[in-house]
């Protein structure tokens, strides 16, 4: 057993590594994300791959390598991400979880950095440690190198409620390690989520106390292309059942302030919605484009009041589909300027 120690002091003869894969239709990756976690200079104690649900050739490519890997294959019905990584965890034995996606890919030395801060008696006590990590494209090529560098208004670690309210919190599952006693005491993914359910889990722990660890460093490759859009219609539904939930744990608070929804909640949000509608005329989507509507009318009366005077009067407009598509010219000329009055 490996000699270091755990965030509570504990001998790390008692601490161990189990490595969570979700599987679900990534037949084209699979294999390349199990190398790289049985290629860590680190060995993680177990391998877990969660089927959930796939119609493809993923987990035959599974079976496969575990005839002379040290694989383990669980199947369950789909239920998604959430559901899948959630069960997964329930049958791992490792103190500490690490999750990686399908698609993305591991640098060698990815558990042992990450492992490092767990090693330490720290207090309060660790409940994760990330790293940053670096962009590729679906071929694999590179695309960016510490892109977490470039997101704005984003802090590491995670040291206030506001900075985890105002944005994104850019904590990838990939690109963490997390304490299976935190992780259980918060409940683990919300599995109606399919989107967001990350920043949900890491808040939830950020909230319950417990300390985070951030690496500058990449220790991981996380794949974007169009398949991972953060524009389909199961992640715009998640995202408001994500809003929702975020609304109705944070109410104004008095004492400091602060109005959670109105300064941080809603214009972190909003902008998403018309990001979507958007997108949902220029493809002439009549379903989403009133589901992005719905969703402005249920957050603008919770706005700042000169983006609720705004879109008072751009309202009409954007509900008739017809004229907005013959004003959208004038409108992508003063968005500059729209973009600075959503601030």
């Not at 802090?155 to 990838?172: E, G, V």
């Not at 417990?210 to 220790?219: A, C, E, I």
């Not at 949902?280 to 009549?286: P, V």
Request: one cysteine or more; glycine letters at 6%; a positive charge.
């Amino acid at each position: 057993m490996r000699g270091h120690f755990q965030g509570s002091g504990m001998p790390s003869d008692k601490l161990t590594i189990s490595a969570v894969i979700p599987l679900y239709n990534g037949a084209p990756y699979i294999q390349q994300s199990i190398d790289s976690v049985l290629s860590q200079t680190l060995p993680p104690d177990e391998l877990i791959v969660v089927d959930d649900g796939s119609t493809d050739d993923g987990p035959a490519i599974v079976e496969r390598l575990a005839e002379t890997r040290p694989i383990i294959l669980l199947r369950k019905a789909n239920g998604g991400q959430s559901s899948a990584r959630n069960f997964g965890i329930a049958h791992a034995k490792g103190q500490l979880i690490a999750l990686l996606d399908q698609d993305d890919i591991w640098y060698p030395n990815h558990l042992a950095e990450l492992v490092k801060p767990f090693r330490r008696p720290r207090y309060p006590e660790l409940g994760w440690v990330y790293s940053n990590l670096d962009e590729m494209d679906e071929s694999g090529k590179m695309v960016g190198r510490d892109c977490l560098n470039r997101a704005a208004n984003v802090i590491h670690p995670k040291r206030d409620l506001t900075h985890c309210l105002m944005a994104d919190m850019f904590i990838l599952p990939s690109a963490s390690l997390i304490s299976k006693a935190a992780f259980n005491a918060v409940g683990g993914f919300d599995e109606q989520l399919v989107g967001f359910e990350d920043d949900d889990m890491f808040l939830r722990l950020f909230r319950a106390g417990y300390d985070n660890v951030f690496l500058k460093k990449s220790l991981t490759k996380w794949r974007i292309f169009g398949g991972s859009s953060s524009f389909s219609r199961r992640m715009a539904i998640s995202r408001m059942i994500y809003v929702r939930k975020l609304l109705a744990e944070y109410p104004n608070d008095t004492h400091r302030g602060m109005n959670y929804a109105r300064d941080l909640i809603v214009p972190r949000f909003f902008p998403w919605l018309v990001r979507e509608y958007n997108m949902a005329l220029a493809a002439g989507d009549s379903v989403a484009i009133h589901k992005a509507l719905d969703d402005m009318r249920f957050l603008l009366p919770l706005h700042r009041p000169r983006i609720r005077l705004m879109m008072k009067l751009l309202m009409p407009i954007l509900a008739t589909p017809a004229l907005a598509r013959t004003l959208a010219p004038l409108v992508a000329m003063a968005r500059p300027a729209l973009r600075r009055m959503m601030r």
